[in-house]
């Protein structure tokens, strides 16, 4: 839920000192210190028949991928369930449920917690209640609720918006994930996080664990009963899930059942139970036998063993497509996303909580679904490149297929050269976080052979994939099936990029001139390294003077000019370095000071550093003025003064500009 707001700790350090990007051929962020390496299961020739999809070959199958898996990516267990029509054809647990009693996962009894994939069953409640009649995707999601989510420009949002996280939210970490033994009423939750809406509704895909928080609370509001109990009556009781649960804490009854999560299996020290708000974003605790039988009701037009949930039209429309970025990419339908592959029309959801980890495809047309979840987040990539990596090759055995081959068209240098630069993600938070949602920023970085590179996209070791333009603007995978598409505005200017190669939750806006994070890593970095060497200079400059017996011939004013300056200098530091060590102890933490909200005081206490340093800047730049006014100044010292006068300008400019003195404290 949680894995774009963590800060990459190396794009911090290098804006703190201003250098300058890596090479192309390296990622912007960091490589994993010990990639996982899975190994490559047996090629499958597309015009050979695949091998059946039976218990004995997925057994196989697995049994030769999964365990090397874990180890190398240093996650504890996992579980998997596997569904064909109307059956569950393999369902296994690998590693560990508990390092210390070394008990393995059981797919049938053994609680995970599915993270965000739990907005599945949200949705589908959700869809229940327009089936009868209770509620209308179209309509102001405000008459459904008692607060009331501001327009828009005089635009409000719908279910359907919300459903295909197209609100215009910004990102709202705040209290997502906490620690402790006691539940925040939704509606109370909902109440004190509305976040600011930054996209007009139904134009910009930027997930939102808020809006299926309000999604939960309508439902709520509208069946009369908690949202925990209408699942457990009307979804997990119907579909003989009897290992499933939405409370947190779990009760006492559930507590053993529960896999016990790890940051990674080495480390090997179990971690508190994650209080997820709003809970319907990711509060469920599910075995992976359980998971199945919701997969079969959604294949099986909302029915598992006799017993309906949902009207097949109902099931249907939730699998219809609704928006997408571009033409020819996968993109949204009602709840669950597309991720069309191998040929084959699919939907699904992963999720994230801090420690697990998992993931749910359904395959419409073959009636397959499959089911991952991990107990430890695992190495630098380990739990998230595992997942991807098992369904992927899970795809390339059962369903084979080769794309046809496109030819490099003749645009291609141009093209590559007119989409290079830096992009930022519309999941972000605009209010409160602009410094560190700069950090995160993407680069698209033309190559020498007509490809790019993206500095996010990465093969399973973290190396940058490259892409080919194969169309105006569209560009697939070398070697590989998945594509990628820039979009542009009327005048043709790029807006952004949106991709197959991971979920479609957000897209990349392009970020140009100065908000870009190549330009801020120069010229903040300059500006650190010239602000610290002044404040090195201050004092060692008054020491040679005092050993040489040297007075500064200065008027009174230009004395007070000179050392108000020096603490403007000293305020400007202070702004950059505190926002610095923020970033650092986010890193550091994982950011869990973030999603536990506890950042809070420490916020004001920079934003008011930051108006101590935009009156610092003007008095450097005062004293910058005065330099070349007043006499017997040397031209050494004007063109000091005259740095340090643009630095300051420059600085007075970010500090506005990315809200450095917001004073806000929704994030």
Same mark, same amino acid.
Not at 232 to 240: A, K, R, S
């Given at each position: 839920?949680?894995?774009?707001?963590?800060?990459?700790?190396?794009?911090?350090?290098?804006?703190?000192?201003?250098?300058?990007?890596?090479?192309?051929?390296?990622?912007?962020?960091?490589?994993?210190?010990?990639?996982?390496?899975?190994?490559?299961?047996?090629?499958?020739?597309?015009?050979?028949?695949?091998?059946?999809?039976?218990?004995?070959?997925?057994?196989?199958?697995?049994?030769?991928?999964?365990?090397?898996?874990?180890?190398?990516?240093?996650?504890?267990?996992?579980?998997?369930?596997?569904?064909?029509?109307?059956?569950?054809?393999?369902?296994?647990?690998?590693?560990?449920?508990?390092?210390?009693?070394?008990?393995?996962?059981?797919?049938?009894?053994?609680?995970?917690?599915?993270?965000?994939?739990?907005?599945?069953?949200?949705?589908?409640?959700?869809?229940?209640?327009?089936?009868?009649?209770?509620?209308?995707?179209?309509?102001?999601?405000?008459?459904?609720?008692?607060?009331?989510?501001?327009?828009?420009?005089?635009?409000?949002?719908?279910?359907?918006?919300?459903?295909?996280?197209?609100?215009?939210?910004?990102?709202?970490?705040?209290?997502?994930?906490?620690?402790?033994?006691?539940?925040?009423?939704?509606?109370?939750?909902?109440?004190?996080?509305?976040?600011?809406?930054?996209?007009?509704?139904?134009?910009?895909?930027?997930?939102?664990?808020?809006?299926?928080?309000?999604?939960?609370?309508?439902?709520?509001?509208?069946?009369?009963?908690?949202?925990?109990?209408?699942?457990?009556?009307?979804?997990?009781?119907?579909?003989?899930?009897? /290992?499933?649960?939405?409370?947190?804490?779990?009760?006492?009854?559930?507590?053993?059942?529960?896999?016990?999560?790890?940051?990674?299996?080495?480390?090997?020290?179990?971690?508190?139970?994650?209080?997820?708000?709003?809970?319907?974003?990711?509060?469920?605790?599910?075995?992976?036998?359980?998971?199945?039988?919701?997969?079969?009701?959604?294949?099986?037009?909302?029915?598992?063993?006799?017993?309906?949930?949902?009207?097949?039209?109902?099931?249907?429309?939730?699998?219809?497509?609704?928006?997408?970025?571009?033409?020819?990419?996968?993109?949204?339908?009602?709840?669950?996303?597309?991720?069309?592959?191998?040929?084959?029309?699919?939907?699904?959801?992963?999720?994230?909580?801090?420690?697990?980890?998992?993931?749910?495809?359904?395959?419409?047309?073959? /009636?397959?679904?499959?089911?991952?979840?991990?107990?430890?987040?695992?190495?630098?990539?380990?739990?998230?490149?595992?997942?991807?990596?098992?369904?992927?090759?899970?795809?390339?055995?059962?369903?084979?297929?080769?794309?046809?081959?496109?030819?490099?068209?003749?645009?291609?240098?141009?093209?590559?050269?007119?989409?290079?630069?830096?992009?930022?993600?519309?999941?972000?938070?605009?209010?409160?976080?602009?410094?560190?949602?700069?950090?995160?920023?993407?680069?698209?970085?033309?190559?020498?052979?007509?490809?790019?590179?993206?500095?996010?996209?990465?093969?399973?070791?973290?190396?940058?994939?490259?892409?080919?333009?194969?169309?105006?603007?569209?560009?697939?995978?070398?070697?590989?099936?998945?594509?990628?598409?820039?979009?542009?505005?009327?005048?043709?200017?790029?807006?952004?990029?949106?991709?197959?190669?991971?979920?479609?939750?957000?897209?990349?806006?392009?970020?140009?001139?100065?908000?870009?994070?190549?330009?801020?890593?120069?010229?903040?970095?300059?500006?650190?390294?010239?602000?610290?060497?002044?404040?090195?200079?201050?004092?060692?400059?008054?020491?040679?003077?005092?050993?040489?017996? /040297?007075?500064?011939?200065?008027?009174?004013?230009?004395?007070?000019?000179?050392?108000?300056?020096?603490?403007?200098?000293?305020?400007?530091?202070?702004?950059?370095?505190?926002?610095?060590?923020?970033?650092?102890?986010?890193?550091?933490?994982?950011?869990?000071?973030?999603?536990?909200?506890?950042?809070?005081?420490?916020?004001?206490?920079?934003?008011?550093?930051?108006?101590?340093?935009?009156?610092?800047?003007?008095?450097?730049?005062?004293?910058?003025?005065?330099?070349?006014?007043?006499?017997?100044?040397?031209?050494?010292?004007?063109?000091?003064?005259?740095?340090?006068?643009?630095?300051?300008?420059?600085?007075?400019?970010?500090?506005?500009?990315?809200?450095?003195?917001?004073?806000?404290?929704?994030?």
């Amino acid at each position: 839920m949680n894995r774009s707001i963590k800060i990459l700790a190396t794009f911090v350090l290098t804006c703190a000192v201003g250098l300058v990007s890596a090479q192309v051929t390296q990622p912007l962020s960091p490589a994993p210190a010990t990639p996982v390496a899975l190994p490559v299961a047996a090629a499958t020739n597309a015009t050979d028949a695949p091998p059946a999809l039976t218990n004995e070959d997925l057994s196989t199958f697995f049994d030769g991928l999964l365990p090397f898996a874990l180890q190398r990516g240093d996650v504890a267990g996992a579980v998997i369930s596997v569904v064909k029509d109307d059956k569950v054809i393999f369902a296994k647990g690998y590693g560990y449920a508990d390092l210390k009693t070394l008990a393995p996962p059981s797919p049938e009894t053994t609680l995970f917690r599915p993270g965000s994939t739990s907005k599945l069953f949200a949705w589908t409640a959700v869809m229940q209640l327009v089936e009868q009649g209770k509620l209308d995707l179209d309509k102001d999601v405000n008459a459904y609720l008692d607060f009331t989510i501001p327009p828009l420009n005089g635009k409000p949002i719908t279910l359907r918006d919300v459903m295909t996280h197209t609100p215009g939210f910004e990102e709202s970490a705040k209290g997502l994930i906490t620690a402790g033994d006691k539940q925040i009423a939704l509606g109370d939750y909902l109440k004190s996080h509305v976040p600011a809406r930054i996209f007009p509704p139904g134009e910009i895909v930027a997930y939102s664990n808020y809006g299926c928080g309000i999604a939960g609370y309508i439902v709520e509001r509208v069946s009369g009963q908690r949202f925990e109990d209408y699942i457990q009556q009307h979804i997990f009781t119907p579909l003989d899930m009897p /290992h499933s649960t939405n409370d947190q804490p779990l009760k006492a009854s559930w507590v053993a059942a529960l896999a016990k999560s790890y940051m990674t299996a080495s480390e090997g020290e179990p971690k508190e139970f994650e209080m997820v708000n709003p809970a319907p974003a990711g509060g469920m605790s599910s075995s992976a036998v359980d998971m199945a039988h919701f997969m079969i009701a959604q294949l099986q037009g909302g029915s598992y063993n006799g017993v309906r949930i949902l009207e097949p039209a109902t099931v249907a429309l939730m699998h219809s497509p609704q928006r997408t970025a571009a033409p020819g990419l996968n993109g949204f339908d009602l709840g669950f996303y597309q991720e069309d592959s191998h040929g084959q029309r699919i939907v699904g959801h992963a999720g994230d909580l801090d420690y697990f980890h998992s993931d749910l495809h359904l395959m419409l047309d073959a /009636h397959v679904g499959f089911f991952i979840s991990m107990n430890s987040a695992g190495n630098e990539g380990g739990a998230g490149v595992i997942r991807a990596a098992m369904f992927r090759a899970f795809l390339d055995r059962y369903f084979p297929h080769v794309a046809p081959a496109q030819p490099t068209v003749s645009s291609a240098k141009a093209d590559a050269a007119r989409v290079a630069g830096w992009y930022t993600s519309s999941r972000r938070n605009e209010s409160a976080m602009r410094p560190l949602y700069l950090l995160t920023q993407i680069q698209v970085a033309a190559l020498p052979d007509d490809t790019i590179a993206v500095s996010a996209l990465t093969s399973d070791a973290g190396v940058p994939l490259h892409w080919r333009e194969v169309g105006p603007l569209e560009y697939r995978e070398v070697n590989g099936i998945r594509k990628l598409k820039f979009v542009t505005d009327a005048q043709g200017a790029i807006r952004y990029w949106a991709t197959d190669a991971e979920p479609p939750v957000f897209v990349f806006q392009t970020a140009s001139g100065f908000k870009s994070l190549g330009s801020v890593r120069l010229l903040a970095g300059l500006s650190f390294l010239i602000l610290l060497v002044a404040l090195i200079g201050w004092p060692v400059g008054w020491g040679v003077r005092r050993h040489y017996r /040297h007075r500064l011939e200065l008027t009174p004013a230009q004395r007070r000019s000179r050392t108000l300056s020096r603490l403007g200098i000293l305020a400007l530091f202070s702004v950059l370095l505190g926002w610095l060590v923020l970033m650092v102890v986010l890193t550091a933490t994982n950011a869990v000071p973030l999603v536990q909200g506890t950042i809070t005081p420490w916020l004001y206490v920079l934003y008011v550093l930051g108006v101590v340093g935009l009156i610092g800047a003007i008095a450097v730049v005062v004293h910058g003025v005065r330099a070349w006014t007043a006499p017997r100044r040397s031209r050494w010292v004007r063109f000091g003064e005259t740095l340090l006068a643009l630095v300051a300008i420059y600085l007075a400019w970010f500090i506005v500009v990315f809200g450095l003195v917001s004073f806000s404290a929704r994030y």
